[in-house]
């Protein structure tokens, strides 16, 4: 099992531009959560999806943030325009879903953004 | 509202010592509670859950928690630390919309230093 990928592993930006991050989830999951990180705020929840659905998205900051999940292997976190304040390790983790194994998730090596 | 802490930004203890990370919750209901690992620039990694049943749960690497309900703790213990334990422990609830859920709030985590 390869485990949660994110892409870019790295990524230094200037304000204003577009950032892209992407994951893709392991294979039979369910349910794919995007969490921010920062010293100053810790681990934060951006959107949680169950079934390709965005089902809380009440963690995104503002209308800037957009996240996606065109299929059960893909997804998307866009910020537009980034601003030096995003700067931070964005997580990406899937889960099996509800039942036995419910709240236990997987997390990928992190995207650490840095914006200029 | 579900919520967690962790009274201890750092925690020290020498090898070989036993050692114990603290957490006190917040819930509604039932708890479901975890305790999850991050090592230096890595994702976090699942080590152990309550969900009910035995209040003495075992983990990965040799670490269990302890449920306590009348003080609503969820300490995390190891009887002998290793220096490899050194990392940021953070403890987490399973947010209870009323139905099945997978959300995770963490808390802002415990610095373990194992000194050889």
């Known amino acids: 099992d390869a485990g949660v990928i994110q892409s870019p592993r790295h990524e230094v930006t200037e304000m204003g531009q577009e950032v892209t991050l992407r994951c893709k989830p392991i294979?039979?999951?369910?349910?794919l959560f995007w969490y921010r990180q920062t010293m100053m705020r810790g681990l934060e929840l951006l959107i949680y999806f169950n079934n390709n659905v965005p089902i809380d998205d009440s963690g995104m900051p503002e209308d800037r943030f957009s996240a996606k999940m065109p299929n059960a292997s893909f997804s998307t976190l866009k910020i537009q325009p980034s601003e030096p304040r995003d700067s931070a390790v964005y997580f990406c983790?899937?889960?099996?879903?509800?039942?036995?194994?419910?709240?236990?998730?997987?997390f990928g090596e992190g995207s650490r953004l840095t914006v200029l | 509202a579900q919520s967690v802490a962790q009274p201890e930004d750092q925690v020290n203890v020498a090898e070989g010592n036993p050692l114990t990370v603290k957490c006190t919750y917040s819930v509604s209901g039932n708890p479901y509670l975890f305790w999850y690992v991050q090592y230096p620039n890595r994702g976090l990694q699942f080590l152990l859950k309550?969900?009910?049943?035995?209040?003495l749960v075992k983990g990965s690497y040799g670490f269990e928690a302890e449920f306590n309900k009348s003080q609503t703790s969820f300490h995390l213990k190891k009887p002998s630390a290793l220096v490899s334990d050194s990392a940021l422990y953070f403890c987490?609830?399973?947010?209870?919309?009323?139905?099945?859920?997978?959300?995770?709030?963490f808390g802002t985590g415990t610095l373990l230093a194992v000194q050889p």
């Open positions: 987490a609830v399973r947010v209870d919309y009323g139905g099945a859920t997978n959300k995770l709030i």
């Open positions: 983790a899937s889960s099996p879903g509800t039942g036995g194994r419910a709240g236990e998730l997987f």
């Open positions: 309550y969900i009910t049943g035995d209040n």
């Open positions: 294979s039979g999951h369910n349910s």
